[in-house]
C-alpha cells in the first residue's frame, strides 16, 4: 500500500518506519529542508530506541523515503497522514496552524480520491475543519473530487514508541466510510494479525477518545501525588498504600507511582486542551482543572524539600541533579520537572551540576552556557563539591548507589529523591537525610 506522512517529528517518523517495516510503501513530507536531508543522509533528529536502525534498514529497502517535495506526496499515497505538531496555544488550546496548512496543501495537489488521516493529536471537531479546508482548496482550483477524513489517534510512548505500535492495545479509527474501514484495515493489517485490535467509532468518539485516555492516565498520577502530599502529613508511606490499593484489580498498578509531577509533550498539553475544550462547550471540567493545578504543584515539590532541607538557604550552594528528561529512555526535557527545579535552584542564587544519560545536548539547547548550570560526563562527576544529590528522572543507572560512598562526597548529606527510588532504611543507614515523595519529610 502507498501511504504518505505529513510530519517527520516524532509520531510521524514512528508511524512512517513501522508501517514500512511491514511492506507499505511510504513517503515521509516535512517542510524543513535542513531535516530532511539530515533524514536521507541516514541521521535521526530525536533519540528513540530502535528507530534510527528501523529506518535506516526501511531506507536502504526503499520503502521509506524523505522529502520536501509536498505535492509528490500528495500524489504518492491513497492515506495521506498527517502528523504534524499541534503546540498549546496561550490559553491551553491546540493550535491548528500546521494541521490546516496540510489540508489545504493536500486540497491544492490532489487529482484523485485520497484519505486524510487525522493522526496528530487534535482537538474534537478538527476532522471537519480539515474536510473543509481540503474542500475550499479543491474550490479554489475549480475541481470537485471526493476525499474523506478520518482520525487515527495514536497513543505511544516515548522511549517505548516502536514497542507500542506494534503491540499497542487497540488501533482507533473514527469514521463513517465503508471505504475508509477497508483502506485503515490494510494499512494496519499486519500489525492486526494476533487479535482484532481495530476499533471502529464516530469521528468525534476516536478524536475525544486521545485525550480522554491521556487526561485519565494523568489524572491516576495527579491522584496518586495528592495521597503522598497527604501521606507526608498523617505520617503515613505512599509506596505501601500504593501497594495497599494497586492490589485491587479495579485500580491496578500503572500509573499510580507518585513522583515530581508528570512532563513531556503530552500530558501537559493534552490535559490543558481538554480543559480549554471543555470551557468551549460550556462544561467547565473541574476534575480536569484540577489534574493540572495538582501537577504544577508537584513539580514545584523538590525545591520544596530542598529549602526544608537547608533552611531556605540555597544561594551558593551546589546541586547534584540527576535526572533532566521528563523520564528515562528519552531526551526530552518538554515540561520535564528537572526544569521547574534548576529555574527555581537558580533564581535562589543556587548551581546546579546536572548529569543525564541522554539529555544534556537538549539541556544546553534550552538554557546555554551559563555560570550557574555545569553538564556532567558522568553521576560521579555531577557530585563533585556538590552539597546535597536530587533525583529528577528514574533512569536504570541511577537505582543502584553506594550510600556510604554518596555520604563521603556530598559537603551535606541530603538526599531527595523524586521517584522513590530507595528504601528509606537504606538511606538513612548511611548517615544520609533522604526526602522521598509521601514517604515522611525526613527519614
Ligand atoms: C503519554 C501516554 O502514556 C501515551 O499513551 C500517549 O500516546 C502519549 O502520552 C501521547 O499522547 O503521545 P508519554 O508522554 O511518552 O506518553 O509518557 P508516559 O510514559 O506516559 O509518562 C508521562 C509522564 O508521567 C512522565 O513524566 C512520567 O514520569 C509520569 N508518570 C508516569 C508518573 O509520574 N507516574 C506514573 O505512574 C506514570
Redesign the pocket.
Known amino acids: 500500500m502507498r501511504i504518505t506522512i505529513f510530519g517527520s517529528g516524532?509520531?510521524g517518523l514512528v508511524t512512517g518506519a513501522c508501517l514500512a517495516d511491514v511492506g507499505h510503501d511510504v513517503i515521509c513530507v516535512d517542510v524543513d529542508v535542513d531535516k530532511v536531508a539530515r533524514l536521507n543522509a541516514g541521521e535521526v533528529p530525536i533519540y528513540e530506541p530502535g528507530l534510527e536502525s528501523l529506518i535506516g534498514k526501511n531506507q536502504a529497502a526503499g520503502r521509506l523515503r524523505f522529502t520536501t517535495d509536498s505535492a509528490e506526496g500528495v500524489d504518492f499515497g491513497l492515506l495521506q497522514f498527517i502528523a504534524v505538531g499541534t503546540p498549546s496555544d496561550e490559553d491551553g488550546s491546540a493550535d491548528l496552524t500546521h494541521v490546516l496548512k496540510v489540508a489545504e496543501t493536500i486540497g491544492n495537489n490532489m487529482n484523485d480520491y485520497r484519505i486524510i488521516v487525522d493522526k496528530s493529536?487534535v482537538p474534537v471537531g478538527t476532522a471537519s475543519k480539515v474536510g473543509r479546508a481540503v474542500a475550499a482548496s479543491l474550490e479554489k482550483r475549480g475541481r470537485s473530487m471526493a476525499f474523506d477524513v478520518c482520525s487515527n489517534?495514536?497513543?505511544?510512548?516515548?522511549?517505548?514508541?516502536l514497542e507500542?505500535f506494534s503491540r499497542g492495545s487497540r488501533i482507533v479509527v473514527g469514521t463513517d466510510s465503508e471505504r475508509v474501514k477497508k483502506a485503515m484495515m490494510e494499512c494496519y493489517g499486519p500489525y492486526n494479525r494476533q487479535r482484532d485490535k481495530m476499533l471502529f467509532m464516530g469521528i468525534r468518539s476516536a478524536e475525544l477518545t486521545?485525550y480522554a485516555?491521556?487526561a485519565m492516565?494523568?489524572t491516576?498520577?495527579s491522584f496518586?501525588?495528592e495521597v503522598a502530599n497527604l501521606a507526608e502529613r498523617l505520617g503515613a508511606d505512599v509506596e505501601e498504600v500504593r501497594h495497599g490499593i494497586g492490589s485491587d484489580p479495579r485500580i491496578g498498578y500503572?500509573?499510580?507511582?507518585?513522583?515530581?509531577?508528570?512532563?513531556?509533550?503530552?500530558?501537559p498539553k493534552?490535559v490543558k486542551a481538554l480543559a480549554h475544550t471543555a470551557e468551549e462547550a460550556g462544561h467547565p471540567a473541574e476534575m480536569i482543572k484540577a489534574v493540572e493545578r495538582v501537577n504544577s504543584r508537584q513539580k514545584g515539590k523538590l525545591f520544596e524539600k530542598l529549602c526544608q532541607a537547608f533552611d531556605g538557604q540555597l544561594a551558593d550552594k551546589t546541586i547534584a541533579l540527576w535526572g533532566l528528561a521528563?523520564?528515562p529512555n528519552?531526551d526530552?526535557m518538554r515540561?520535564?520537572?528537572s526544569r521547574t527545579l534548576m529555574e527555581a535552584l537558580w533564581k535562589a542564587g543556587a548551581r546546579v551540576q546536572a548529569f543525564d544519560p541522554e539529555a544534556a545536548s537538549e539541556c544546553h539547547r534550552i538554557y546555554g552556557e551559563r555560570d550557574d548550570l555545569v553538564l556532567a560526563d558522568n553521576r560521579d562527576e555531577a557530585l563533585e563539591g556538590a552539597h546535597a544529590l536530587v533525583i529528577c528522572?528514574?533512569w536504570k543507572a541511577f537505582r543502584t548507589i553506594d550510600f556510604d560512598q554518596l555520604y563521603k562526597t556530598l559537603l551535606e548529606p541530603v538526599v531527595i529523591d523524586g521517584?522513590n527510588l530507595f528504601s528509606p532504611e537504606t538511606v538513612k543507614a548511611a548517615g544520609l537525610s533522604y526526602y522521598a515523595i509521601g514517604r515522611g519529610d525526613s527519614v
Request: proline share 6%.
Open positions: 516524532y509520531v493529536t489517534p495514536e497513543f505511544l510512548k516515548e522511549g517505548a514508541a507500542d486521545k485516555a491521556n492516565l494523568a491516576k498520577i496518586i501525588n500503572s500509573f499510580i507511582y507518585p513522583g515530581c509531577g508528570y512532563g513531556g509533550s503530552c500530558f493534552d521528563f523520564k528519552t526530552d515540561e520535564a520537572p528522572t528514574e521517584r
